[in-house]
């Protein structure tokens, strides 16, 4: 294994807390239990990018049309609650942390999430991440399509690749790009897994590649 692709919300930092509170701060003036409906939603697909997630909420919860500007507008507000809330270090997940700082010499490492890409980037600056990975994107662009792009640029072999995430969106995404699934932070997806974190220690006693 030369090359890790890595989740950021979940895998990287503990923003689940946060992530939820500021979906029901841009939805603070619709009915509660519409708003509950969207986080239930939100929690289970914990890669999809916000973007999707306040179309699903007009579309499919509320039955209502809803144009690109205005799910744009409801990022952009989204946007600045996280970057308010998400650079404290103490959100960082620490053996995550200490893997990637004790390791990018020694792998390829980049970041593929469902964050809003420019602030993914102003959160890994932030919290003093950002010179450990050769790239870092995000959404609006899908997450299955962020990997291909990530294996298309840089050339890699499909079986020296890895994707390291916390939700089914994340599995999909290794899945379709054909590359091995590590699943971590979420017990639903042991046994979907190429192989499950339960500590960094599994590439040093346990990983083949």
């Keep these: 294994m030369k090359n890790i692709i890595f ?26 239990n519409d708003v509950n409906t969207l986080i239930a939603y939100h929690n289970h697909n914990g890669g999809l990018s916000r973007f999707v997630k306040i179309k699903y ?20 507000t989204f946007s600045e609650i996280m970057k308010e809330n998400l650079t404290s270090k103490n959100i960082i ?12 010499r020694k792998y390829n490492m980049h970041i593929a999430s469902g964050s809003e890409q420019e602030e993914l980037r102003y959160l890994n600056e932030a919290l003093g991440l950002s010179y450990c990975f050769r790239s870092i994107y995000g959404s609006p662009i ?22 390291i995430g916390d939700s089914i969106n994340d599995f999909d995404a290794a899945n379709k790009n054909g590359i091995q699934f590590l699943g971590y932070n979420n017990k639903e997806l042991e046994n979907m897994s190429d192989y499950y974190i339960k500590d960094f220690e599994i590439f040093k006693k346990e990983y083949k590649g």
């Design 57 to 76: 909420f007009f579309n499919k919860i509320l039955n209502q049309n809803i144009k690109g500007e205005e799910i744009y507008q409801y990022a952009n």
């Design 7 to 32: 989740d950021f919300d979940g895998v990287i930092i503990d923003s689940l807390p946060i992530k939820e509170f500021g979906f029901r701060e841009i939805f603070k003036a619709f009915e509660v």
């Design 93 to 104: 997940i620490k053996e995550t942390e200490d893997f990637i700082k004790n390791n990018y």
């Design 142 to 163: 899908a997450k299955i399509e962020l990997v291909k792009n990530i294996l298309d640029e840089n050339s890699y072999k499909k079986d020296e690749t890895v994707l």
